[in-house]
C-alpha cells in the first residue's frame, strides 16, 4: 500500500467533519437561544454529538485493532470517521438514536468488522473491545467536568440541561457497552479468557444481546435501579438530575411538552 493510500484510508471525513459543524451550530443555538424552537435546536444537538460519539467509538476499536494487528481496518475506511462506512450502518446509527428517542438510553449498535484472526495474544483482543466504551467514559466526562467545576455559572438554562441529557447518553453507554453480555463490548472483554467450548455455546446468542438488553431495561424495576445508579454517578458529578431529565423532555419537542419550544 503506498504512503497516498495510506493518508486516504485515514483521512477524516467530510461527514464526521459536518457532523461536528451541526453540533456546534446547533449547540450555540442552545446556548444563545437562537432557535424559534429550542426543543428542535436541542434534539439536533443531542443526535448530532451522540453520532459523533459514536464515530469515535467506532474508531477507537479500529484503531486499537490495527495496533494490534488488523492491518485491514484502514482499507475499510473505518479510521476515516465516516459512519457510512461502518459494516452495518443502520445498526450502528439508526438503531441507537432510537434507542436514544424512545427511552432516552445510550446504547451503541455493531459497527465496525475486526479481523481478530490478525490479532494475536488475549490481552489485545479484550484492549479492542474495551476502546470503545472507554471513549464513552472520556466523553462523559468532558461533558460532566463543566458542572463539576462550575464552569457554566450564568449558562442558560437550556445549555444546562442539553449538556447534561447528552452525558447521561454517554454514561449509560459506558455502563451498558461493559455488561458482559454476548455481543457488546463487556462481553469482548472477557471472551478471549473463557474456554472454546463456552464461546461456542455462547456465539448463537450474539445478534441479540443488543435487544435483550434494551428490552430488560423496559421492566419498570429495572429501569428505575439502573437510572438511580446512573444519575447517582452524575451526582458525583454535580450533575443533577433535573437537568438530564429536562434536556430529555425538550428533546422530545414533539410531545408537546411545555419546555419543547
Not at 70 to 91: E, F, R
Not at 168 to 177: E, K, R
Not at 245 to 257: N, T
Request: aromatic residues 14%; glycine residues 10%; contains cysteine.
Amino acid at each position: 500500500m503506498t504512503t497516498a493510500s495510506i493518508r486516504r484510508d485515514r483521512q477524516v471525513s467530510p461527514v464526521f467533519l459536518g457532523l461536528v459543524a451541526i453540533m456546534a451550530v446547533t449547540g450555540w443555538a442552545v446556548w444563545a437561544q437562537y432557535s424559534a424552537s429550542t426543543g428542535f435546536a436541542i434534539f439536533l444537538f443531542v443526535v448530532s454529538g451522540w453520532i459523533v460519539s459514536l464515530c469515535l467509538h467506532e474508531y477507537a476499536h479500529a484503531r486499537t485493532a490495527l495496533h494490534g494487528g488488523d492491518i485491514t481496518v484502514g482499507a475499510k475506511g473505518y479510521l476515516t470517521l465516516n459512519p457510512l462506512k461502518y459494516t452495518h450502518a443502520a445498526l450502528s446509527i439508526l438503531l441507537p438514536v432510537i434507542f436514544v428517542i424512545l427511552g432516552g438510553i445510550g446504547l451503541p449498535g455493531g459497527a465496525v468488522f475486526i479481523e481478530r484472526g490478525r490479532i494475536q495474544g488475549r490481552l489485545k483482543h479484550s484492549l479492542i473491545s474495551a476502546a470503545g466504551p472507554l471513549v464513552n467514559l472520556v466523553f462523559a466526562l468532558a461533558l460532566m467536568l463543566p458542572f463539576t467545576f462550575g464552569l457554566l455559572d450564568g449558562a442558560p438554562l437550556a445549555f444546562h440541561a442539553a449538556l447534561a441529557f447528552l452525558a447521561l447518553l454517554q454514561v449509560t453507554a459506558a455502563i451498558l457497552n461493559l455488561v458482559p453480555v454476548p455481543g457488546l463490548d463487556g462481553y469482548g472483554v472477557i471472551e478471549p479468557w473463557l474456554s472454546y467450548g463456552i464461546r461456542r455455546q455462547l456465539e448463537p446468542f450474539a445478534p441479540f444481546g443488543l435487544i435483550a438488553v434494551f428490552g430488560l431495561l423496559w421492566v419498570p424495576s429495572v429501569n428505575v435501579q439502573f437510572f438511580d445508579a446512573i444519575h447517582a454517578i452524575m451526582r458525583a458529578f454535580h450533575v443533577d438530575d433535573y437537568y438530564s431529565s429536562l434536556g430529555y423532555s425538550w428533546f422530545r419537542f414533539w410531545d408537546g411538552s411545555p419546555f419543547g419550544s
